[in-house]
């Protein structure tokens, strides 16, 4: 009797000690089943979220890229518009020129008939020739350098955006300075013929009526 009680009670505490092991090997199985699709979620969110970041950095790039595009083109626009309008101021100032010359040779050529009356009719006309002479040189002098004006282009060079202003007011002040070096020599091309004028008015007044030199 003691021997199947004996047996009974280490049955007993065999099916104690073995249950919870049976039950935390199971439990801890469904623990790591149920682990596996949480992981993979994650890792399929993190690889999402790269993929994302990778996207956003190439439209980031290919913005920057149509932005510098844009800019480019508008930096060529202005370029454009200011070359234009310095070409046609320059034009502007040539054609002025060329119509203040114009005039004056006609002035000197008027000058340079009535001379050559007084001339025919014995009078000494020396010093309205030098004059004559002094003004055709410089009416020649200023139609050379009206020429080479005509000729001249303003090129502006843009290498970097914030010099800019300063590349194409450096063009607009070299234009101002050339074409002022061409008025200086139109206006003394001016005076010139003006001296003629006045040498032949002296020469003018300094003849009698009768064609004949005052004493």
Avoid at 48 to 59: D, K, L, N, P, Y
Avoid at 101 to 117: C, F, H, Q, S, V
Wanted: glycine share 2%; net charge positive; with cysteine.
């Amino acid at each position: 009797m003691m021997g199947v009680m004996r047996m009974a009670c280490l049955a007993l505490l065999l099916f104690v000690f073995c249950i919870p092991a049976s039950v935390y090997a199971q439990d801890n199985t469904e623990a790591t089943g149920s682990l596996r699709p949480a992981n993979n979620r994650i890792m399929n969110v993190q690889s999402t979220v790269a993929v994302r970041r990778e996207e956003i950095q190439a439209r980031r790039e290919e913005i920057k890229a149509n932005v510098q595009a844009k800019l480019e083109e508008y930096k060529m626009r202005v370029v454009e518009r200011i070359q234009t309008h310095l070409t046609n101021r320059n034009s502007r100032w040539v054609s002025h020129f060329d119509r203040v010359l114009e005039r004056l040779g006609n002035i000197l050529a008027r000058i340079t008939t009535r001379k050559d009356k007084f001339k025919a009719g014995g009078v000494d006309t020396a010093s309205v020739d030098a004059a004559i002479q002094k003004a055709s040189d410089a009416i020649q002098l200023a139609q050379d350098a009206v020429a080479s004006q005509e000729a001249k282009t303003y090129q502006i060079t843009i290498t970097d955006a914030s010099t800019a202003r300063q590349d194409a007011s450096e063009q607009v002040t070299q234009l101002r300075n050339d074409v002022e070096s061409v008025r200086l020599l139109v206006q003394s091309a001016r005076e010139s013929v003006h001296s003629a004028l006045m040498a032949l008015s002296t020469l003018r007044i300094s003849v009698t009526p009768s064609g004949m030199q005052t004493q």
